[in-house]
């Protein structure tokens, strides 16, 4: 929601900065640390503390593009030096196990990378080395005059319980799907469109170290489940539940046997089982918010729109948005080049709806099975036969899930 502007003038509790942007994520830290290497002040407002998101468990799949991405700003040394590398990944249906080598198909390859680890990067490089302005903890963040070239963004400061208002020239919205810049975009302009997939995955991270060397999909007719390593010791697993389900439903040998059932195949030993130290129910749905702007506000990663981690795209999409944001931002506060930020929706909906497609796609070839519909369990049956019987068919998979193609 977008309020008038509190005039407060004069009041040592009011400052102006070019840029403020609102939440501290992946997409937030970027455009962040891409303004202060060029020389742009800004604030980073983050409504947790700076421990929480240095510790939220999220995605950990990061395609190369994005990383030559984060390298070619200073953002990537730790990553390139700690992560896994990823060429494959392994299908496993009707008791048996199929690998997909993506690497030898296209010279490419995913890095497996924590958020949080990259969230501590980010915010390190940020406040800390660059000496950027980021304010956590704050509360009841609001939005002011968005559609005039004077907009603000208020917000409570945690120690003083007093309102600090920021005047600003742009606000880039990073608060994710749940934050307050999302709302500010007026109804009878944003258009959003959403899907249902009508299903859930449990989401279970376990202090186990992972049971493959590749990202493994078991496609069964018990429903979806998948592997994906995050560091040597401990694994992200999901499985497919109803929605809405209870994760005190599924205690620890309830989950351990569905995951080895759906994961089975011939020849494999069993998963290497662990203590389940996290278990939520992901409702599986996407959106997309367009336009990503109004007036003054440019929204960027989950405060745009959604991808469910049916294709771990998420993070991917976050960190498009932000640099192009981050560069359309600094071209026309250093330039007064203004055609970045006058095709920043479109271009970045392009990928978006692009990565949205894909994860339509992936969601029969993962799900179908299960439906109780033979129809349904016969056609995500030849589709992925067809992975591994048509090269033009694994090209193209390759090319939409190393997101390598060209918008």
């Known amino acids: 929601m977008t309020f008038t502007s509190p005039h407060i003038p004069g009041s040592p509790s009011s400052q102006h900065c070019p840029v403020v942007v609102v939440g501290a994520g992946p997409a937030g830290l970027t455009v962040g640390n891409i303004l202060r290497a060029a020389g742009v002040a800004c604030v980073v407002l983050e409504t947790e503390t700076r421990e929480f998101i240095e510790q939220r468990p999220r995605a950990g799949l990061v395609e190369e593009w994005a990383v ?3 390298q070619q700003r200073g953002l990537a040394g730790n990553l390139l030096e700690r992560a896994q590398r990823h060429t494959q990944c392994e299908f496993r249906f009707e008791g048996e196990r199929y690998r997909f080598p993506y690497g030898e ?5 995913h890095f497996v990378y924590p958020q949080p680890l990259l969230v501590t990067d980010l915010v390190h490089e940020y406040a800390d ?3 950027g302005d980021i304010r956590f903890a704050v509360r009841d963040v609001q939005l002011h005059d968005l559609a005039s070239d004077r907009p603000s963004v208020s917000y409570l400061d ?3 319980g007093q309102r600090q208002l920021l005047h600003c020239d742009f606000v880039a919205g990073c608060d994710g799907a749940r934050g307050v810049t999302r709302t500010a975009l007026p109804a009878d302009r944003a258009r959003v469109a959403r899907h249902d997939y009508g299903i859930g995955w449990l989401a279970l991270l376990a202090e186990a170290p992972p049971s493959s060397d590749c990202v493994l999909f078991g496609v069964h007719p018990r429903g979806f489940a998948g592997h994906m390593a995050r560091g040597s010791e401990v694994t992200r697993y999901y499985l497919q539940c109803p929605p809405g389900d209870d994760p005190d439903n599924w205690p620890h040998d309830r989950v351990w046997t569905e995951l080895q059932q759906r994961l089975g195949a011939a020849g494999v030993p069993p998963l290497t089982e662990g203590r389940l130290i996290e278990k939520r129910v992901l409702d599986m749905h996407d959106y997309v918010v367009e336009p990503m702007v109004h007036g003054r506000l440019f929204l960027a990663g989950d405060a745009a729109h959604l991808v469910a981690p049916i294709a771990a795209k ?6 498009h948005d932000a640099f192009l944001l981050g560069d359309a931002l600094v071209d026309h506060l250093t330039k007064g080049d203004g055609q970045g930020l006058d095709d920043y929706s479109e271009a970045c909906l392009r990928r978006v ?4 497609e894909f994860s339509h796609w992936l969601s029969e070839v993962y799900h179908g099975a299960a439906t109780g519909d033979r129809f349904r369990a016969g056609t995500t049956l030849a589709r992925l036969r067809r992975l591994f019987t048509s090269p033009v068919a694994a090209a193209a998979f390759a090319e939409q899930y190393l997101g390598t193609a060209r918008y």
């Open 68 to 70: 030559r991405a984060l």
């Open 105 to 109: 198909l296209t010279g490419r390859h």
């Open 129 to 131: 080395v660059r000496g």
């Open 158 to 160: 945690p120690e003083t």
């Open 314 to 319: 998420g993070m991917n999409l976050a960190l």
């Open 353 to 356: 709806w692009d990565y949205q």
